[in-house]
């Protein structure tokens, strides 16, 4: 009976194996409710089914043109996030998305037109240029003319773009009309290029699937520049992605790991006892620091690593509870303070705009439900996660690399269409 | 399209697991669940009377809401709901407009959700014996209740069940509690407590039972096997969430058992103490993380909203926002509020929850309170600790305390609602009103038979609507089953707001009985039974809730002071008077049977069946009186059948001098108890008794030396003149035989000599 092993519970990859099976709407609630109910959580497991189901929109909701399809991704993309308005990542999958086939369909088009007009719409770098040509391409008259009324009744995709491009005045107005293209604009074949269009939108969307399941190795690829010989680190509740970082540095450096847990956890020792033994097999020696009493160790501590939930635009981060504690003691003590982060993770929304980054979670994980006096009697409000702000944060790295602050703009408009920034809103 | 989704969801299964498992493995691998979604209990009476209870809104959301997250969050695929005729249109409707759940839903978690009916329902028992004969459940299923809140998973207890079925067929049963601490706990069922004997090795569960605090005998009765356990617990700390893993096999001891109705007090205790009989072993999980519990009475709708709004449920809070539609959006201070909610600047509110387009005016406070859809609050309005559902319209200045306001609920400006009040759908309060504090108001629009009040102005004001709720005493239909039995009502504990035994309409007088009872440890069984002994028996049986087992106490202490054995008592008596009375038999084996089944079953001591006798040929003596004379009455009694002689001096008597002089003793008590009940005249009591000792000494029953030991007993002149007048009649009976003694011995001497 080794199947019972397994046990009922849905989860990510109870999740991931039904969804050949089912329709898109069964999926997509599916993920909705594994969301509501945080049985699937974690921004690389949000992550990860996030873009299996939009890989199912592509393949499977019925699209004929580009606007169509980017309505579509940008439709489930919106409940996804709603469902779980506290994973930033999963915006930003959704935005990779939109901007991949907004990339794929230019290069269709650019090859319908022998390429000769344009290359990338709407690239940031390329702004100059592609306004330039979109224009002439687009709509009847040349020269560029983004005035709002001779635009928006004609919205096609090239027209809307460039709107953006020109006057960033009211992005989320030029997406609102939900009326098909004209097809005076996009000279897109309905059919072939449509399927063509499709199966390069899922290899893209693969693609970006690669990169997360990589991510973690690439950047735990970085750890042997950033630890050193008789380094203390002092790494808070360690995730995948931190434990892999230090045991790529154990097989190379000889260092003292100190393990915060935030919360009492119930596990107590047990506590990450998996990551102990890959390290002391390591040879590294390994220090538990149950909560709060981090501050003793800091002045010893060389470095203090980070896990993040998700980094904003402005370099603050979003991480678990209990972390802008350890950064601020860090800052104390000037220790420098490093967030691991897939570039997945990186928002372009700014701390600003994330209306409630702290989620507030179960109260048992601070007081004992058995302790029926404090359960009445006592308010208990445990975070989940809360906003690290960007002057305590030191370092990034991402599996592209380490990033200072200044650089995260870069890294943000390599990765996302102008277009698709404001994407929740829309 | 039902059909075609269920079969969807098995070729999920398959594909699950089609790789790894054979054929019948495929079938285990779907879970199923059976929701009973009725309770057939009036605790939560008014509200039960307009909605069924598993769609009352706790946390503005229907319980069933709850119930059915967990069962998907648990990876359930086939879902059966039980419910009564009464109230299935009702669920089955709101399901049917639910999306998310509707059976053949595309969105549903589950490939099937059926109804079943049961027309004819009476108890749950009713509901688990229809679906074992329905055949519907081909493996181990879930069994929950309606109005169930939880988030534990269920995989490890399914695991380890799986595992004890499989190497052993007769392991039936896993019940999940959840450990809920020594001290009090808020989300532990007040009123009546459960207790589990646990073997902590192996988690079996050894022995189930229910106390509380109304009832006479505060101790458990353990069979002595449990003793032979190396090891074992009593666990009353445990929160029972009625969440139980069941193979079918649970479903075939539900029909063999025609009689049990109610899950924990029938079918669990009746099988753990017929084990021998069934074999069956029945195990618990008891699980400490987590959130379970089942909202079965008001006051545990009250521990767990204040559960939900302190978060412990994660992640089923509101700002989960899982029922579909819900937009709930955490803010400040632990406040959750919908959409097009309007605070007004000057108000404060913490620990709260706001449906949706609520309003809320200036200098309203609001604290650990849910409030629900489209409420209007006026301004300046106090509300702590309520739970207030849709479309309530509270006026200016209004102060809520505690209290649950149905849907539509008025209430006018200026009034005052105190704690434990109970305002049921749209009533309404008049402006200026200040409802009772003690007993809280229960007010409905409707009486406990469902037929509309005529309102109540005292109650409500002028103009207001709404009539203190009484139930309906005859109307059997939603009485509550499960504590028929008990001598004394423990529900009306569970049917208030707040948990309180001075909230008990009782008579003032017996109130200071039950307080005895209350302040002292549950342990002190000795105590607290002698505080119901000396009780005024009058004052005791005037309290409204006592019934039987007051009523026979009372009678009973004046005249043994084993009131363990009062129920022993007086079914011994009335079965030995049948046998004794009736006029087609004349034979007494059958009587004798049954006294003795009776005496085992109850443990009865040699001096209670003693007594048990004695009265009750006592009582046929003094019956026979009315038509003979004393001594032919007391002969017939004696011998009209056979066996019943050599019954008494086997049984009644069954001893040397001392245990004659106590049957005797117990004769004559029994005598003066029927001359003191006026069934018969103070001077044939005597004669009776002398008849009675002289047949039963012709009998050789009682021998000289046992009749003499009582004729010198202390006890036979104590209590008052009628034992010393019932004694005397006697006098000749025993001179005759002292003298016999005499002549006896003097005729020995004279041998001798």
Redesign the interface.
């Known amino acids: 009976m080794a199947p019972l092993l397994a046990g009922y519970a849905p989860n990510l990859e109870k999740f991931l194996k039904t969804l050949k099976g089912q329709s898109l709407e069964a999926s997509t609630e599916g993920l909705i409710a594994l969301l509501k109910r945080r049985q699937i959580r974690g921004a690389e497991a949000c992550a990860f089914a996030t873009a299996r189901v939009l890989l199912q929109v592509v393949a499977k909701s019925k699209w004929t043109d580009v606007d169509q399809l980017l309505a579509n991704v940008q439709k489930v993309g919106a409940r996804l996030t709603h469902a779980a308005p506290r994973e930033l990542v999963i915006g930003n999958i959704v935005r990779r998305v939109l901007g991949l086939i907004r990339d794929e369909a230019s290069e269709e088009r650019n090859a319908d037109n022998e390429g000769s007009l344009m290359d990338s719409v709407s690239d940031l770098q390329t702004l100059q240029p592609s306004a330039a040509t979109a224009t002439s391409s687009g709509s009847q008259r040349p020269g560029p003319n983004p005035i709002k009324p001779t635009l928006t009744p004609a919205a096609s995709f090239v027209s809307k773009s460039l709107f953006n491009l020109l006057s960033v005045v009211d992005p989320a107005e030029s997406f609102t009309t939900g009326s098909p293209v004209t097809g005076s604009s996009t000279p897109i074949q309905q059919n072939s290029s449509a399927t063509a269009l499709k199966s390069e939108v899922i290899d893209g969307i693969e693609e970006i699937m690669d990169e997360l399941s990589q991510a973690d190795d690439q950047i735990a690829g970085f750890a042997d520049v950033q630890i050193h010989p008789g380094d203390h680190i002092l790494a808070y509740q360690p995730t995948a992605t931190v434990e892999k970082f230090l045991v790529r540095a154990a097989s190379k450096r000889h260092f003292t790991a100190l393990i915060a847990s935030g919360t009492p956890s119930p596990k107590g020792p047990e506590a990450y006892a998996s990551l102990k033994k890959k390290l002391a097999a390591a040879g590294v020696r390994t220090v538990h620091v149950m909560s709060g009493s981090y501050a003793a160790y800091l002045p010893k501590v060389s470095k203090v690593i980070l896990p993040a939930h998700a980094v904003l635009a402005n370099g603050a981060i979003i991480a678990d509870g209990g972390a802008a504690c350890v950064a601020r003691a860090a800052r104390e003590y000037s220790k420098p303070v490093i967030v691991l982060s897939g570039v997945y993770k990186l928002c372009p929304e700014n701390s600003s705009e994330v209306e409630d980054p702290i989620e507030l979670g179960d109260s048992s994980a601070y007081v004992p439900f058995t302790d029926g006096p404090l359960v009445d009697g006592v308010d208990v409000e445990s975070a989940v996660s809360e906003l690290v702000p960007a002057d305590l944060v030191d370092m990034y790295i991402t599996n592209l690399g380490p990033h200072t602050r200044d650089h995260l703009d870069d890294i943000l408009a390599d990765h996302y269409k102008v277009e698709d920034i404001d994407f929740p809103l829309q | 399209m039902s059909s075609k989704q269920g079969g969807?969801g098995a070729?999920?299964g398959k594909?699950?697991?089609g790789a790894?498992?054979g054929a019948e493995?495929k079938r285990d691998?779907i879970?199923q669940a059976v929701i009973i979604a009725d309770s057939f209990q009036d605790r939560y009476a008014p509200f039960s009377l307009e909605k069924p209870r598993c769609l009352l809104p706790l946390a503005n959301t229907p319980m069933i809401e709850y119930t059915l997250?967990f069962l998907?969050?648990?990876?359930?695929q086939e879902v059966f709901i039980y419910c009564s005729s009464a109230n299935t249109d009702e669920v089955e409707a709101y399901i049917y407009n639910s999306s998310?759940w509707r059976n053949g839903s595309?969105?549903s978690?589950f490939s099937s959700l059926e109804f079943i009916r049961v027309s004819d329902a009476r108890s749950i028992g009713d509901f688990l014996r229809d679906l074992d004969k329905r055949a519907l459940i081909s493996s181990d299923f879930i069994l929950v209740h309606g109005d169930l809140v939880a988030n534990v998973?269920?995989?490890?207890a399914?695991?380890k069940h799986?595992?004890r079925r499989?190497a052993n067929r007769e392991n039936c049963m896993t019940v999940i509690l959840?450990?809920?601490?020594e001290?009090?706990?808020?989300?532990?069922t007040h009123g009546i407590t459960p207790h589990f004997v646990v073997e902590p090795s192996t988690t079996r569960c050894l022995h189930y039972e229910e106390t509380h605090p109304l009832q006479a005998d505060h101790y458990l009765t353990l069979d002595p096997d449990i003793l032979e356990h190396k090891e074992f617990e009593i666990r009353s700390?445990l929160i029972d969430c009625g969440i139980d893993i069941c193979t079918p096999d649970v479903l075939a001891l539900w029909s063999e058992s025609f009689d049990y109705e109610l899950p924990r007090k029938n079918f669990l205790h009746g099988v753990l103490k017929d084990h021998e009989l069934n074999g069956k072993f029945i195990y618990t999980e008891i699980v400490?993380?987590g959130?379970a519990a089942r909202a079965s009475n008001l006051q545990m709708y009250d521990a767990i909203s204040?559960?939900i709004l302190?978060?412990?449920t994660?992640?089923l809070v509101p700002d989960?926002?899982?029922v579909l539609g819900n937009?709930y959006?955490?803010?400040k201070n632990?406040v959750c509020v919908e959409n097009g909610v309007v605070i007004a600047p000057n108000a404060t509110i913490t620990?709260s929850v706001l449906g949706h387009r609520s309003s809320l005016g200036s200098g309203s406070s609001v604290s650990n309170s849910i409030i629900g859809d489209r409420c209007k609050i006026g301004k300046n309005v106090r509300i702590e600790n309520s739970y207030i559902w849709d479309e309530v319209v509270i006026e200016d200045d209004t102060q809520i305390y505690h209290s649950v306001l149905a849907d539509a609920v008025r209430v006018g400006k200026k009034s005052i609602i105190p704690e434990g009040s109970l305002l049921s759908y749209g009533v309404s309060i008049a402006p200026g009103t200040q409802l009772p504090t003690d007993p809280a108001a229960r007010i409905s629009l409707k009486q406990g038979d469902g037929s509309p009040a005529t309102d109540d102005a005292s109650l409500v004001g002028e103009n207001g609507k709404g009539a203190d709720f009484h139930e309906s005493a005859s109307s059997d239909y939603d009485s509550d089953s499960e504590d028929e039995d008990f001598g004394t009502d423990p529900s009306s504990l569970q049917k208030s707001l707040i948990y309180s035994l001075e909230g008990l309409n009782i008579s003032t007088s017996s109130i200071s009985t039950l307080a005895t009872h209350t302040s002292v440890d549950s342990d002190e069984v000795e105590s607290q039974v002698n505080a119901l002994q000396n009780a005024d028996p009058t004052k005791s049986t005037t309290a409204t809730a006592s019934r039987n087992r007051l009523d026979s106490l009372s009678a009973f202490s004046a005249f043994s002071d084993d009131s363990m054995t009062g129920a022993f008592h007086t079914d011994a008596v009335n079965g030995l008077l049948d046998s004794l009375r009736a006029e087609d038999t004349d034979d007494f084996d059958g009587a004798k049977l049954e006294f003795m089944g009776l005496r085992l079953a109850n443990n009865a001591s040699d001096s209670s069946m003693r007594k048990a006798i004695a009265v009750s040929f006592a009582k046929r003596a003094a019956e026979l009186t009315s038509t003979l004379d004393p001594a032919k009455a007391a002969q017939r009694a004696l011998l009209d059948k056979k066996g019943a002689i050599k019954f008494i001096r086997e049984v009644g008597v069954g001893g040397k001098e001392a245990e004659q002089a106590e049957f005797a003793l117990a004769l004559q008590n029994a005598l003066v108890t029927q001359v003191m009940g006026k069934t018969l005249e103070a001077g044939k009591a005597g004669t009776v008794l002398a008849a009675l000792l002289q047949q039963l000494y012709s009998h050789d029953v009682l021998e000289e030396d046992g009749i003499l030991a009582w004729w010198n007993d202390g006890r036979a002149v104590e209590g008052g003149e009628l034992m010393a007048t019932v004694r005397d009649k006697c006098r000749v009976l025993v001179e005759w035989l002292e003298n016999a003694d005499e002549e006896e011995s003097s005729e020995e001497e004279s041998d001798d000599e």
């Open positions: 969807k070729g999920a594909g699950k697991k790894k498992g493995e691998d879970l997250e998907a969050m648990n990876g359930v998310r595309k969105i978690p998973s269920l995989d490890a399914l695991a799986r595992a499989e959840r450990s809920a601490g001290d009090d706990h808020r989300t532990k700390d400490d993380q959130y204040k559960d302190g978060r412990w994660y992640p989960s926002n899982l937009s959006k955490m803010t632990g620990e």
